[in-house]
């Protein structure tokens, strides 16, 4: 038995935690700022272990509003900013931002066609 190696092992988990922590909360921050209102609150996912593992911040992802596609277009750029903010964006973060890009591409068509209209009116 070897009782020297426990809190070196300890403190090794201790500083793990903490960089993973960091690292995970830097990141979920980033998309937190970016996002503002539309951005829900940061959640750090731990393992069995207690270390942080990833995280994630719901976002609010725009629908089409006819009504008022500025607004879609405008929430759309939030969540495209939000979902690119951090340095190191993730598969998930490119799938957001593509998705919203899909939302904008749509509402700034539906402009588009309504400026048409007005045009002829
Ligand atoms: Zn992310």
């Known amino acids: 038995m070897n009782f020297m190696n426990i809190p070196a092992i300890r403190n090794q988990q201790q500083a793990l935690i903490k960089r993973n922590f960091n690292e995970i909360l830097t ?66 973060d490119y799938r957001v931002a593509a998705q919203a890009k899909t939302v904008k591409r749509q509402a700034i068509n539906l402009q588009n066609k309504q400026k048409r209209i007005d045009y002829y009116a």
């Open 27 to 92: 990141h979920e921050q980033a998309h937190k700022r970016a996002g503002g209102a539309l951005a829900g609150a940061i959640v750090i996912e731990r393992n069995a272990q207690g270390i942080p593992v990833g995280g994630h911040v719901s976002i609010k992802m725009p629908t089409l509003n006819p009504k008022n596609p500025q607004h879609t277009i405008d929430n759309a750029n939030t969540v495209i900013n939000s979902a690119m903010a951090p340095s190191d964006p993730s598969k998930q």
